[in-house]
């Protein structure tokens, strides 16, 4: 595999169309995570019209439930969870300028189209794979639903955090390029 | 009738699920290796280089190898000859979860109510099985489970004309349908037979047998082989982003049937294959 990209948070629009699936990434600086029931509250405060807890522009959304810190450190293990079930609410933080997602497993169509309309990225991270990520992450504090426990969404601080490229601003998808690859008739 | 006190149930059961959130066989790291190298896809190579130092990472003991630390899976076989003491055995097994997840830092996945949703916060009740054989021991299995490879896993009623080739197409086709979800390279457990409770249970049960180890009888250790391979010419590949190594082995399990009924069942396993036996 070629040597990782480094990038670092906030991301640009032309960051984000440099990058094409299968582009092996380590991010640094800020993430915020956030999954299911985080996504909902977050879309159905910009339906009201009222603003985030926190500005997603240029920003990265890691779609992770860690497992308990132990004293003393910043957290647990925290692979990533499945990203088809934040497909409802992806696009809708995309075009408040959420530059991409951290997950694992394909995003549907629509999530397609924002990542081309509005130039962001998604990024699979290893499923499983999280004492290795959680090395990688060095601070965080949760900004905002507490009363959420595993799922309130959390600021990150992160160096060298492993990632692939798996859906791009230009189209790419790895899940079906890869598998036609390999795949065997 | 030997004496076992459920003190040492709930200590035993805390200790499993502790070692199988933080140690991952040498079967499964083994079999990592094997097909790193054989694999084609330089991304592929990448991820399971990670799968290999995560496992590392995780002996260690201060992370678990995934933070989904699962449902606890218990598989309890009880001697016919022991007799639990000291109090109840259902308890007994809750507290072990308890202690065990608890003082693991494992991550509480479990909601008492399947539509109200509210979480227990100490991740019991466990799913325990139970099987009374013969002897004076108590042996124990936590298999801790994971939601996203369960949710990929499906029973299917067969007819009887739908045989061997039906029961492949099957289970083929599920793997293929879950892509990358239930984080390749799976372990894929098989059942067939029995009814459509006691299928589903023996895929389960499946999965704790060590990668390589073939069914005892050749008919079904060569369907192993056949499906492995069937499985990998897919092309999924690790994380389902293209490659030859979908799953790491396939391990079928069979009861007697009735005439009328051909279930099959296929329970995917992560490669987080987690399981920890103690005997007592």
Request: charged content about 20%.
């Given at each position: 595999m070629a040597e990782a990209i480094k990038i670092t948070t906030p991301l640009t629009d032309e960051q984000v169309e440099k990058l094409r699936v299968g582009d092996s990434v380590l991010i640094t600086g800020v993430i915020y995570t956030g999954r299911d029931a985080a996504h909902k509250r977050l879309v159905e405060l910009l339906a009201e019209g009222k603003p985030l807890p926190?500005?997603?522009?240029?920003q990265l959304i890691y779609y992770v439930g860690p497992s308990p810190a132990r004293?003393?450190?910043?957290?647990g293990s925290a692979g990533p969870t499945t990203s088809y079930r934040m497909d409802p609410y992806a696009p809708a933080l995309i075009r408040q300028g959420l530059k991409g997602m951290i997950g694992k497993g394909e995003m549907g169509a629509e999530v397609a189209q924002a990542l081309q309309a509005h130039k962001a990225v998604y990024f699979a991270a290893v499923g499983g794979a999280a004492a290795l990520i959680a090395k990688s992450i060095l601070k965080s504090e949760v900004v905002?639903?507490?009363?959420?426990?595993?799922?309130a969404i959390q600021r990150l601080e992160v160096k060298n955090f492993p990632a692939i490229?798996?859906?791009?601003?230009?189209?790419?998808?790895i899940y079906r390029e890869g598998r036609a690859k390999y795949e065997v008739k | 009738m030997r004496e076992i006190h459920v003190d040492q149930v709930v200590k035993t059961v805390a200790e499993l699920c502790i070692a199988a959130n933080y140690e991952l066989d040498e079967d499964v790291i083994e079999s990592f290796r094997h097909f790193r190298e054989k694999e084609e896809s330089p991304t592929a190579r990448a991820i399971l280089d990670q799968l290999i130092e995560n496992a590392a990472i995780a002996r260690e003991g201060l992370?678990?190898?995934?933070?989904?630390?699962?449902?606890?899976v218990l598989f309890v076989e009880i001697g016919q000859e022991v007799h639990i003491v000291g109090g109840d055995l259902w308890e007994a097994l809750n507290e072990g979860v308890r202690k065990g997840y608890g003082e693991g830092y494992l991550r509480k996945s479990i909601v008492a109510d399947p539509l109200r949703r509210v979480n227990t916060k100490d991740n019991t009740p466990p799913v325990v099985w139970t099987e009374i054989v013969p002897g004076d021991k108590l042996t124990i299995t936590v298999a801790p489970k994971g939601g996203g490879s369960e949710n990929m896993s499906e029973v299917r009623m067969l007819?009887?004309?739908?045989?061997v080739e039906g029961v492949k197409n099957f289970v083929v086709d599920r793997v293929s349908r879950s892509g990358g979800n239930p984080c390749p390279p799976v372990i894929v457990g098989v059942g067939i037979g029995g009814t459509f409770d006691k299928c589903a249970w023996l895929a389960k049960k499946a999965l704790l047998r060590p990668i390589g180890q073939r069914h005892p009888d050749p008919f079904y250790a060569d369907m192993e082989v056949e499906l492995l391979e069937r499985i990998n010419r897919l092309g999924i590949g690790p994380q389902g982003l293209g490659g030859r190594t979908t799953a790491l082995d396939v391990h079928v399990e069979v009861y007697p049937c009735h005439i009328a009924s051909l279930p099959a069942a296929v329970n995917m396993q992560c490669h987080a294959a987690r399981h920890k036996t103690a005997v007592i």
């Open positions: 926190f500005d997603v522009k240029g004293p003393g450190m910043p957290i905002a639903y507490e009363d959420l426990g595993a799922e490229v798996a859906q791009d601003c230009h189209g790419g998808n | 992370f678990p190898m995934c933070q989904d630390t699962g449902f606890a007819r009887p004309a739908d045989g």
